[in-house]
């Protein structure tokens, strides 16, 4: 019983894996997208003022003193529509410039690491957003270790429940065989049990 019991266990935790994975890409891609139509909106006003001053130097955000162990893992670039950088994070890698889609979901390898990319194209802009592979396969990689540690630490109480209950069951029959263990080939008399299982 056990033995199949941690096989259909296995089997729902290969699925749970698949599904989580399949959640935490869908999770993060609607992130980067609204991120990159967020920061869109919050730049735009900005860009145009200071257009002139950017055709002449690139903007890049100083790395905060303190920041956030995911941080450097995301990205976000701001390109005017001939491919000049205005604004990036300096985490960010330089990302190619995107084809004629106006909005569009890639994977690009930068500096050693894969990168998921959201880029939207408008108003003569092109915004880009994206984070490190790694960021999802750690939160998958929790998610399955918490999931599993649940299962094991389960299995060893799953395992005496089951030893006490069949052991239970099987009382009475144990009962049975002794005493026609116990009985000579000429006692031939009835066994009279009512609790053994059918």
């Not at 869109?40 to 303190?66: D, N, Q, R, S």
């Not at 979901?105 to 930068?110: F, P």
């Not at 894969?114 to 929790?142: K, P």
């Not at 299995?155 to 069949?166: D, E, F, M, Y």
């Amino acid at each position: 019983m056990l033995s199949v019991i941690c096989s259909v266990w296995g089997i729902v935790t290969w699925r749970v894996y698949i599904d989580t994975q399949h959640e935490v890409e869908e999770l993060f891609d609607a992130n980067l997208a609204q991120s990159a139509r967020v920061l869109f909106g919050l730049l735009k006003h900005e860009i145009e003022e200071e257009k002139a001053k950017c055709k002449e130097e690139k903007v890049t955000l100083e790395e905060p003193l303190f920041s956030h162990r995911y941080e450097h893992k995301l990205a976000f670039l701001v390109r005017a529509s001939d491919g000049h950088i205005l604004i990036r994070s300096a985490s960010t890698p330089l990302f190619p410039q995107p084809s004629h889609n106006l909005v569009s979901l890639s994977d690009y390898w930068a500096e050693g690491y894969l990168w998921r990319v959201f880029t939207l194209q408008a108003d003569q802009y092109i915004v880009q957003t994206g984070e490190r592979y790694d960021i999802r396969d750690e939160l998958i990689s929790e998610i399955m270790s918490s999931t599993l540690s649940i299962l094991l630490m389960a299995l060893p109480l799953l395992a005496l429940l089951i030893w006490i209950s069949v052991g239970r069951s099987f009382k009475p029959l144990q009962q049975v065989a002794t005493e026609i263990a116990a009985r000579t080939p000429e006692q031939l008399q009835q066994l009279y049990s009512n609790k053994i299982p059918l």
